[in-house]
């Protein structure tokens, strides 16, 4: 069975930082391409960044989190890391973890999202 589990989330002030982190289970988690997607209230859930690892580690970052995220991973834990820095109020959502094959575009596991509050 396939369980994705975030941790990390909190209040934090305009300018902080937090450290998401995603410890999956029940697939081959080398095999998978990870990614962090957010939803803020009234909003549509929207990609943050994703991680693919095929002997070298690949990732990517939508505009609006580029320079201030990093994601990465750890193979041998099964887990996925979001660094957050230079936090704005508009960085304020749930995020979730997910897990999808690296051949496909379709995530098919999703964690139950952990929340981010920026505000001070």
């Known amino acids: 069975q396939v369980h994705l589990v975030e941790s990390g989330g909190g209040l934090v002030q305009p300018g902080g930082s937090l450290r998401l982190s995603c410890a999956a289970s029940g697939f081959t988690f080398s095999s998978w391409t990870m990614g962090w997607f957010r939803q803020a209230p009234g909003k549509e859930r929207e990609f943050v960044a994703a991680?693919?690892?095929?002997?070298?580690?690949?990732?990517y970052y939508a505009d609006s989190v580029k320079g201030r995220f990093t994601i990465s991973r750890d193979n041998a834990k099964s887990t996925v890391y979001l660094q957050m820095n230079s936090l704005k109020p508009e960085d304020t959502a749930v995020y979730y973890c997910?897990?999808?094959?690296?051949?496909?575009?379709?995530?098919?596991?999703w964690g139950q999202g952990t929340q981010v509050t920026v505000s001070s």
């Open positions: 991680v693919t690892w095929s002997g070298v580690i690949s990732p």
């Open positions: 997910a897990a999808r094959p690296r051949t496909t575009s379709k995530y098919d596991y």
